[in-house]
């Protein structure tokens, strides 16, 4: 079996001043100029929009400051506790909370607005939709509501070529034409692909082409063919 080197470069910090905004300016100057006696707020919109990416940024920017920060989503296991000195909250994926997430998370909250906490969550559909139990959904949407959006196909050939670059892969327009027109712009997904193809790219001491992404993905399929 052929053995991928670890990439040189590894992922981008999520920091504010490296999401591109978009359609979504209003979400990011909301949560940069969230104080900490602000409303609840939440993010809503597909995979790929910037969701998590804007938490996490949240979260880098608060503990620059030297505050405390709570990261609570699908994949952490419940019990969740409110330890002390926590200045805020983040929420990840709240549409996939399992039942005893959703107990934990709701008694996480009522501590949280006890000690005037405010949390930020996020999920792939608005509050009205989430499928909760109804306590916890109306909190999740108290405060302010932002939907993302996906970025158009112009901003999201900007990202790519702005994190191939710092990672110094070279992509051409032939390679950036097939990820952007054969996948959806879900930046996460796309980023994903990049850091795949930076590793196979070095495995197979070649440069970053259309028919080198092409094998990545054939070899990808024949393996997951034969996993099932």
Known sequence: MKQLPLPIVGPATARFDTFVPGANAAALQHLQQMGALAAPAYL?????????????????????????????????????????????????????????????????????????VPWVAAARVPPVDLPLREDLRTRLGWGPVFALHNLPEEQ???????????????LSDDVMDYLLTRFARDLSHLMSLLDRLDGFALSEHRGVTVPLLKKMLAEQDAHEAGAV
């Open 44 to 116: 809503w919109g597909p995979s790929g929009s910037g969701k998590t990416h804007l938490l996490r940024a949240l979260a880098q920017a608060r503990q620059e400051r030297g505050e405390r920060v709570g990261w609570f989503d699908a994949a952490s296991r419940p019990p969740w506790v409110m330890e002390p000195g926590y200045t805020l909250l983040l929420l990840d994926a709240c549409d996939r909370y399992d039942e005893a997430q959703q107990w934990s998370a709701f008694a996480l909250l009522l501590e949280a607005q006890s000690q005037g």
């Open 156 to 170: 999201a050939r900007a990202v790519l070529r702005r994190e191939s670059d710092r990672r110094g892969v070279f």
